[in-house]
């Protein structure tokens, strides 16, 4: 039988509040088996640039990576908050280490081709690119790597990758050698029946429900794509997703099933 | 017998000048043997400080690192120019991986303790508490740790760490395992007898001709600890220590003895 891997997924909220972020990191760093973390960027990123006077470009509500954005998502996501995740990991006693997907080559990507609109420096991934025996041999070797949305596109650039996709992307990858169980975490208690009510959680959910759901109009939005990457994660091979808060990272929030 | 392990510090304008790390960054690709890339800061750090209005803090000449000069030193040590080098090498098909002290605990330091002065996030590094074993881990593998001068208080708090020392004391712990070559890079020929003239490269210096030139004032500034940590890695074992250009990278520059 395949030995259990924990996937926890941070971001939004969970990473720009120092409380939420320390209570989230200690719970993570008591678990046992097999484990890794991969989080998002939270609103440091769009912080430094304001800072800097560097205007975000969107296009239809989607941001644009030009060269100066990657440079800031790089030092931001591979730099400040991947290092500091992995400090305080430490502290812990959790033998943490930061990557990127640059790092041991485990996550290339391909820059997404311009059609409509040219997304600049991001990159998309396939499940079977990610190099999952290298992550494998960290893994067995006690160490819990902790992974920052930035690929590569193995010819010397570096690209911005949505982190929900990297989870879940590794999550099937890492589906060859464990029992994957996959934890989306975030600001809300999991997938609310009403986005006004925190209580509202809908403890199970399929894919007819998601469908329902999303003709109904009930889910919108960003959960949208969270949830088509739960899904891709199970049509992958990973045994079990959840999408929780913080409080609920044991054993609370949306269990995703097909 | 033990396997020859090469140590590579780049630092300086070899960072700052794309065609010239470029250069070094495909040399040290093309080695065969067991490998590892300490780098330094470059300009990149000052130059995002002043872009962000913080006044660089100095007492006698050294710079003070506050909570806000940490952070930017991890977002463009460990972010920006670490994963930009992993990229490159990993183009060259070196399979790089990039470590901050933090990441797998590799290199603990201690906040050096305030005397006259008070540092700041400053780390100390004692080579004895390198954890060598994960270091050669990863380097029997045949990964590439490419370490940048952040380092890690095991309480949770980063720490900035000079680049020269780190790259002493890693080839230091790393001696246990390897036969251990240490080269440190930068823009110079080598150690010049005449800082002006750059043809003026001393071929072989030992500790009794570094006290000479050193009372002479022959040797300055920035040389004095540079070639302290030269010896101070042949005191701890390392096999040899040259000081060289990105030309000299395979056999040029200064060769230092005891």
């Given at each position: 039988?395949?030995?259990?891997?924990?996937?926890?997924?941070?971001?939004?909220?969970?990473?720009?509040?120092?409380?939420?972020?320390?209570?989230?990191?200690?719970?993570?760093?008591?678990?046992?088996?097999?484990?890794?973390?991969?989080?998002?960027?939270?609103?440091?990123?769009?912080?430094?640039?304001?800072?800097?006077?560097?205007?975000?470009?969107?296009?239809?509500?989607?941001?644009?990576?030009?060269?100066?954005?990657?440079?800031?998502?790089?030092?931001?996501?591979?730099?400040?908050?991947?290092?500091?995740?992995?400090?305080?990991?430490?502290?812990?006693?959790?033998?943490?280490?930061?990557?990127?997907?640059?790092?041991?080559?485990?996550?290339?990507?391909?820059?997404?081709?311009?059609?409509?609109?040219?997304?600049?420096?991001?990159?998309?991934?396939?499940?079977?690119?990610?190099?999952?025996?290298?992550?494998?041999?960290?893994?067995?070797?006690?160490?819990?790597?902790?992974?920052?949305?930035?690929?590569?596109?193995?010819?010397?650039?570096?690209?911005?990758?949505?982190?929900?996709?990297?989870?879940?992307?590794?999550?099937?990858?890492?589906?060859?050698?464990?029992?994957?169980?996959?934890?989306?975490?975030?600001?809300?208690?999991?997938?609310?029946?009403?986005?006004?009510?925190?209580?509202?959680?809908?403890?199970?959910m399929d894919?007819?429900?998601?469908?329902?759901?999303?003709?109904?109009?009930?889910?919108?939005?960003?959960?949208?794509?969270?949830l088509?990457?739960a899904f891709?994660?199970l049509?992958?091979?990973?045994?079990?997703v959840r999408i929780?808060?913080?409080?609920?990272?044991?054993?609370?929030?949306t269990s995703i099933s097909?």
């Amino acid at each position: 039988m395949k030995p259990t891997l924990t996937i926890l997924k941070i971001g939004g909220n969970v990473i720009d509040l120092p409380s939420s972020l320390e209570t989230v990191l200690s719970d993570f760093a008591s678990w046992r088996e097999h484990k890794a973390l991969v989080h998002g960027g939270g609103k440091q990123a769009s912080s430094l640039m304001n800072r800097l006077g560097i205007a975000p470009q969107m296009v239809n509500g989607r941001r644009i990576t030009d060269r100066q954005t990657l440079d800031i998502v790089t030092m931001v996501y591979a730099g400040l908050i991947n290092k500091n995740i992995v400090a305080t990991l430490q502290k812990h006693a959790c033998n943490a280490i930061g990557l990127s997907g640059a790092d041991a080559g485990v996550i290339p990507a391909t820059k997404r081709p311009v059609k409509e609109t040219d997304y600049g420096f991001v990159g998309d991934v396939i499940p079977a690119d990610i190099r999952a025996e290298q992550l494998s041999r960290f893994i067995d070797m006690g160490l819990a790597p902790v992974i920052a949305p930035i690929t590569h596109n193995r010819e010397g650039s570096l690209l911005n990758t949505n982190a929900d996709t990297i989870a879940s992307g590794v999550a099937v990858a890492l589906s060859q050698y464990y029992r994957v169980q996959l934890v989306f975490c975030f600001e809300k208690n999991g997938v609310l029946r009403d986005p006004s009510d925190d209580h509202s959680v809908i403890a199970r959910m399929d894919e007819a429900l998601f469908l329902q759901c999303k003709n109904e109009g009930v889910i919108t939005a960003g959960m949208i794509p969270k949830l088509e990457n739960a899904f891709a994660a199970l049509h992958g091979g990973v045994a079990g997703v959840r999408i929780c808060s913080p409080e609920g990272v044991e054993n609370g929030g949306t269990s995703i099933s097909l």
